[in-house]
């Protein structure tokens, strides 16, 4: 059996999803979102940038990446060689699995296989001289993830069944150049059990268990799988607010479905999580369960009215630092008017542009409340703002007439959703984005494409889409409303 490095990534970060690369049938495999590719991508570039700044005379195996052992042998005669810098080295090694045999009653062969980023050479002793080498990764992450660590421990073990000795040290090179290193000693142990955990998995075919956190699994192409899964069960990792840790405290007192937490006494599980968690997922679930909004027991404060209400959204591009679209919705209840105003930067450059015409768009109408839905909108007036010169008290008067409302649903309503962002919130009141499959990620390719091509079909969906973000934000509001007010 192959384990590879990106196995075991994929095993750190979700066991389910390394077994199902495994084990799993192609048929249930989405294709890969566009918003994966560009990650590869963006992390290639910053590879590229990271060679040509700290390691420009380096060599690569000429030998076929898909074969795989033989591209090992050959880095390994690099090694030998003394060269001082290998870039896409890989590293082979294999040995009997010292666990249990297999469902065959056969004792299986592990094989072992990395490809660190770069192989450096550092004085020392090895097998081969004065010298040995040390292990270099290169992430995309902005901190030293525990999975980056994991794979570092890898390779160093690998370069250590060649070389002889471990690498004295081990590096991690980030976003920005930021450079960690890593503790072997902390860090291999973890490693092995990891290791050994991943293989007794995949050998003996035991499928790990449905838990879907979105944030983790969005771009995983078994999402679909396992979501269907998840809905048939009853999972409870479907109600908003049951993370990993209480799931394990509510299967101790036997709560394993929806229906069975909606049911349930909360001081069963008070000792356990604290009273006010408890109640409040148990309240979740019984809007899940009777498909029905609640009020909490907190008043809800009154939302603001106007005559003239404006809806705000960002779409934003995080590897650039950039906003590239501010939309605003204007609704004059008086007129019996409705206009969109997507303020769009098609160069990166025109940011400060777009700034200034928001704040123009902004000030005609001082006394309208501007709803938004989440903090970001008001982190983004405070950043802009101070980036392009605005004065304080204009930044602070657009400030006091923003409204989240995504603050204001959270404290106030139970709402019979899996999750708490404005599509799920939208979806279940009715509304339908133009593009079914449009979202913040894929606003951020499609800019991409309109940068690279200049296509301005690109720019077109971009639009749409946040329109259609204003829109939802604007149904969710008076959906708020009439509920608080009756």
């Known amino acids: 059996?192959?384990?590879?490095?990106?196995?075991?990534?994929?095993?750190?970060?979700?066991?389910?999803?390394?077994?199902?690369?495994?084990?799993?049938?192609?048929?249930?495999?989405?294709?890969?979102?566009?918003?994966?590719?560009?990650?590869?991508?963006?992390?290639?570039?910053?590879?590229?940038?990271?060679?040509?700044?700290?390691?420009?005379?380096?060599?690569?195996?000429?030998?076929?990446?898909?074969?795989?052992?033989?591209?090992?042998?050959?880095?390994?005669?690099?090694?030998?060689?003394?060269?001082?810098?290998?870039?896409?080295?890989?590293?082979?090694?294999?040995?009997?699995?010292?666990?249990?045999?297999?469902?065959?009653?056969?004792?299986?062969?592990?094989?072992?296989?990395?490809?660190?980023?770069?192989?450096?050479?550092?004085?020392?002793?090895?097998?081969?001289?004065?010298?040995?080498?040390?292990?270099?990764?290169?992430?995309?992450?902005?901190?030293?993830?525990?999975?980056?660590?994991?794979?570092?421990?890898?390779?160093?073990?690998?370069?250590?069944?060649?070389?002889?000795?471990?690498?004295?040290?081990?590096?991690?090179?980030?976003?920005?150049?930021?450079?960690?290193?890593?503790?072997?000693?902390?860090?291999?142990?973890?490693?092995?059990?990891?290791?050994?955990?991943?293989?007794?998995?995949?050998?003996?075919?035991?499928?790990?268990?449905?838990?879907?956190?979105?944030?983790?699994?969005?771009?995983?192409?078994?999402?679909?799988?396992?979501?269907?899964?998840?809905?048939?069960?009853?999972?409870?990792?479907?109600?908003?607010?049951?993370?990993?840790?209480?799931?394990?405290?509510?299967?101790?007192?036997?709560?394993?479905?929806?229906?069975?937490?909606?049911?349930?006494?909360?001081?069963?599980?008070?000792?356990?999580?604290?009273?006010?968690?408890?109640?409040?997922?148990q309240q979740q679930a019984l809007a899940l369960v009777e498909k029905r909004a609640m009020a909490k027991e907190k008043k809800a404060y009154p939302l603001p009215r106007s005559p003239v209400e404006l809806y705000f959204d960002i779409e934003a591009e995080p590897e650039r630092n950039l906003d590239y679209l501010l939309g605003v919705v204007v609704v004059d209840h008086g007129q019996k008017t409705e206009k969109f105003y997507g303020f769009m930067a098609k160069d990166p450059k025109e940011e400060g542009l777009i700034w200034q015409e928001f704040v123009q768009l902004i000030q005609t109408y001082p006394n309208a409340p501007i709803y938004h839905f989440s903090e970001y909108e008001r982190e983004t007036i405070k950043r802009l703002g101070k980036l392009y010169g605005t004065p304080a008290k204009v930044r602070e008067k657009i400030l006091e007439q923003c409204f989240d409302l995504h603050h204001y649903v959270v404290n106030h309503v139970i709402c019979p959703v899996e999750s708490y962002s404005l599509k799920s919130l939208a979806n279940w009141l009715g509304f339908q984005w133009r593009d079914a499959q449009a979202s913040g990620d894929q606003s951020v390719c499609w800019y991409d494409n309109w940068l690279t091509t200049g296509d301005r079909q690109f720019l077109e969906l971009i639009l749409r889409y946040n329109e259609d973000d204003c829109r939802a934000t604007w149904i969710l509001k008076d959906w708020l409303s009439k509920f608080l007010a009756g």
Not at 135 to 141: D, E, K, R, Y
Not at 204 to 230: G, K
Not at 235 to 259: D, M
Request: glycine share 4%; proline share 6%.
């Open 1 to 281: 059996m192959l384990v590879t490095d990106s196995l075991l990534l994929d095993y750190k970060r979700c066991q389910r999803r390394a077994y199902l690369n495994t084990h799993g049938s192609s048929e249930e495999r989405r294709p890969e979102r566009d918003f994966l590719l560009k990650l590869r991508q963006e992390s290639q570039r910053h590879i590229q940038e990271v060679l040509e700044e700290q390691f420009p005379h380096y060599r690569e195996p000429e030998t076929p990446t898909y074969l795989g052992q033989e591209r090992a042998q050959e880095t390994k005669i690099l090694m030998t060689q003394g060269v001082d810098c290998i870039y896409r080295g890989y590293l082979y090694h294999s040995l009997p699995v010292n666990l249990h045999t297999d469902n065959n009653g056969h004792l299986p062969m592990l094989e072992l296989l990395g490809h660190p980023h770069l192989l450096v050479k550092v004085p020392g002793e090895s097998r081969w001289g004065p010298w040995q080498y040390r292990p270099v990764s290169i992430q995309l992450g902005r901190r030293p993830k525990p999975e980056y660590k994991i794979l570092a421990a890898f390779y160093a073990q690998l370069l250590a069944v060649h070389q002889g000795p471990l690498p004295r040290w081990v590096e991690i090179i980030l976003r920005r150049g930021n450079a960690y290193t890593v503790d072997l000693l902390e860090w291999l142990p973890r490693f092995h059990q990891t290791l050994a955990d991943c293989v007794q998995t995949l050998i003996h075919q035991r499928e790990p268990e449905v838990f879907i956190s979105r944030q983790r699994c969005n771009l995983c192409h078994w999402y679909d799988h396992c979501y269907a899964i998840a809905q048939e069960q009853q999972h409870l990792s479907l109600v908003p607010g049951v993370t990993p840790s209480r799931y394990e405290s509510l299967q101790t007192v036997g709560v394993l479905t929806i229906a069975s937490l909606a049911q349930l006494q909360t001081q069963q599980v008070a000792e356990l999580m604290g009273t006010a968690i408890a109640e409040q997922l």
